[in-house]
């Protein structure tokens, strides 16, 4: 039975009383170590080369820069410079393959996208190249004629959102140099000004905001690692729990409304941030079609139409690299989008690997983040039977 209670064993970390710290898990085995190698970047000699003024795509994992076409992706709707998209490449993404997805673009993006574009263009065609655009004659035009590529929003039915690209690039003074009125002396009509540029003339700085969306991603004032948000402000007074349970409603009413939203929150390694609780009688495994059931066909026939997915054309999804598990822990633990960070509040609880140890030797490294004082964090083992709100070693049946 000894040997039954070891297969069963599965990484486990507790996190004890604290004020909010972190700690982040990796195990590595012979067959994690080569997955995780895949995705680590090389040195610099080695990074891609990169083609100003073609479709590339940045990889979100190792940030590597890569032509569209290596991967015979459809870039008929794509232009240069753009940085609205999420892109893993097939060296990172959990599946193997390829990852790309456009996402809406606000107006400081298009706007960005487009005069990049118009500054590319005048380096590499104009005698003379300009660093500044007009409004009314290069870039309305050119946002016009490439709406359907600079957003995925439809084109706004009113004329007036020329404006609006005008009062974006005005208003942001960190991006975009604005030039009102001609230089004294200078020959230039006044019916082309107001001109706007960028402020930052290395084209090869502008990528997507990866950093940006990783910080999303992390705990932030009135929100969760998990998408649960946290109702801000002390709300005393009368009236004052309606005003917060309204204002967090909307806030979940234009997440939902979103039509991009669900696939926006699918982290890399593809499983979904909100594991299902287990309950009436049902217990959620995620799960992926299984490329050996033997008649794989027989769900398209009629009989099947609303029916549970017969369980021999699909199989539990069990990834080659060690995370943290999102359904095997106590739920007031916060676990990051890449499934290898968990953070702590208060209260002793536990959050165990997504793989389990059958032979082998293995090892883990903790980086501990933030550690208040008079808090500990523990490493070590817990069959699931082990309590997972209690500290690691509590019971009979975990050890740390």
Request: hydrophobic share 30%.
């Amino acid at each position: 039975r000894s040997s039954d209670l070891v297969a069963d064993m599965a990484v486990s970390m507790d996190v004890e009383p604290s004020g909010g710290k972190d700690g982040e898990v990796s195990g590595d085995s012979t067959e994690a170590m080569d997955s995780v190698q895949q995705a680590v970047p090389t040195d610099e000699a080695e990074e891609s080369v990169r083609h100003l003024g073609g479709v590339e795509l940045q990889c979100g994992i190792c940030m590597k820069w890569f032509a569209a076409d290596t991967f015979g992706l459809d870039t008929t709707s794509c232009l240069p410079f753009m940085t609205n998209y999420i892109f893993h490449c097939n060296m990172c993404h959990h599946s193997g393959n390829t990852y790309f997805l456009r996402k809406q673009a606000n107006l400081k993006e298009m706007c960005l996208t487009a005069l990049a574009n118009l500054t590319w263009r005048s380096r590499t065609q104009d005698e003379h190249p300009k660093t500044m655009f007009s409004k009314d004659k290069d870039i309305i035009p050119f946002i016009d004629k490439y709406w359907e590529c600079l957003t995925t929003r439809q084109r706004p039915s009113k004329l007036t959102w020329p404006n609006n690209i005008v009062k974006t690039m005005t208003k942001e003074r960190d991006v975009f140099l604005v030039k009102e009125n001609p230089d004294p002396g200078s020959k230039d009509p006044q019916e082309e000004y107001p001109k706007f540029g960028l402020l930052d003339q290395d084209l090869s700085s502008i990528g997507p905001a990866y950093d940006n969306q990783k910080q999303g991603n992390t705990l932030a004032p009135g929100g969760s690692l998990n998408g649960g948000g946290a109702v801000g402000g002390s709300g005393k007074g009368r009236g004052a729990k309606r005003k917060q349970d309204g204002a967090s409603g909307g806030a979940a009413k234009r997440a939902r409304s979103d039509p991009l939203f669900s696939a926006q929150r699918l982290p890399p390694h593809g499983y979904p941030l909100e594991h299902p609780f287990n309950k009436d009688g049902y217990r959620y495994i995620l799960a992926e079609p299984d490329p050996h059931a033997p008649d794989p066909e027989k769900l398209e026939l009629d009989c099947w139409a609303g029916k549970p997915i017969p369980g021999d054309l699909y199989r539990a999804c069990l990834y080659e690299k060690v995370l943290l598990a999102l359904h095997d822990r106590a739920p007031q633990l916060k676990i990051s989008d890449d499934r290898l960070t968990v953070t702590g509040e208060k209260g002793y609880s536990m959050v165990r690997a997504s793989h389990g140890v059958r032979k082998g030797s293995w090892y883990f490294e903790v980086t501990v983040d933030e550690m208040p004082s008079e808090t500990a964090a523990r490493l070590g083992w817990a069959p699931p039977p082990g309590n997972l709100q209690a500290p690691l070693g509590y019971d009979k049946v975990s050890y740390s």
